[in-house]
């Protein structure tokens, strides 16, 4: 027996129900082979409506059908759905790297209220974090990233086999400490850590800087020197003391990088 009808859907309100499906459509996938996947499917599924999104040849006009059927023939079940909807389109679209935006939300919200479903306090009250997650890189993959970039040898040494052995906040460290090694040879200074590097770049004179415009040498030098002083009070302090928290191997892959770029302009033979 079919289900009476609640609502009358006019041109006007079927216009809105199109528009809502324009917006969520991206929300999420109408079917997934996933079986753990939260769909659009999966979601009527639960209420017993799963039908609905039987009928059309593609995914729009079977999410036209599904909500136009929605609306007419009940009058409670569209907050509920909206409920499960939006939270599911916050990990979902943040796991794709397009994160759900405010603007978003209060689109619904506002096509919503013109259909007679007002649900803008309650949508109003969700946070929507718009940054976009970092992308992670396998450590496998950074790896074979260092494997084949321009390193210096003293990265490329014991640094890097740490890194390769997963030993990534002492592969780190070593960088430094290999790198304050060479400047006190090169400098001759028995100093170590920020004093050294204070003290052995104050004038510039251990620096290659010939590919650096000669108006600019100056604000290098001096730039350098404070970079040096840095690396070692944020590196090779902290991870020298040994309690520090385990860093992701794209953090210490970046550090390793930029020692690596420090070095280039050592003026070493």
């Known amino acids: 027996m079919r289900k009476k009808a609640c609502r009358q859907v006019t041109a006007d309100r079927q216009a809105l129900i199109n528009e809502l499906v324009d917006l969520i459509y991206d929300f999420l996938p109408l079917n997934s082979h996933s079986l753990n ?6 979601i009527f599924r639960e209420s017993k409506i799963y039908r609905y999104l039987e009928r059309g040849s593609n995914k729009t006009q079977k999410l036209q059908n599904g909500f136009t059927n929605l609306y007419r023939y009940h009058e409670r079940l569209p907050w509920t759905i909206i409920r499960k909807i ?37 949508l109003a009250d969700i946070e929507i974090d718009e940054t976009l997650p970092r992308i992670t890189v396998p450590p496998d993959e950074l790896k074979e990233r260092l494997k084949h970039h321009d390193l210096v040898p003293q990265i490329a040494g014991e640094p890097l086999q740490l890194f390769k052995d997963g030993h990534f906040n002492e592969a780190a460290r070593k960088a430094c400490e290999v790198f304050e090694d060479v400047v006190r040879r ?16 104050k004038d510039g004179s251990l620096l290659n800087t010939e ?20 690396v070692m009070a944020a590196v090779k302090n902290i991870f020298g003391h040994g309690n520090e928290e385990r860093r992701s ?11 690596n770029w420090l070095y280039r302009y050592l003026a070493v033979d």
């Open 37 to 42: 996947a939260v769909t659009f499917r999966t």
């Open 86 to 122: 939006v939270p599911a389109s916050i990990n979902y679209r943040r796991h794709k790297k397009t994160p759900l935006t405010q603007a978003e939300i209060e689109k619904l919200s506002n096509i919503l209220f013109d259909l007679g479903i007002d649900m803008r306090k309650e």
């Open 186 to 201: 090169l400098s001759g200074s028995d100093k170590y850590g920020r004093p050294l590097m204070g003290e052995t770049f």
């Open 211 to 230: 590919q650096i415009q000669p108006l600019n040498r100056k604000d290098f030098a001096d730039g350098y020197r404070h970079l040096t002083m840095g």
């Open 249 to 259: 191997p794209e953090e210490c892959y970046e550090m390793l990088l930029f020692l």
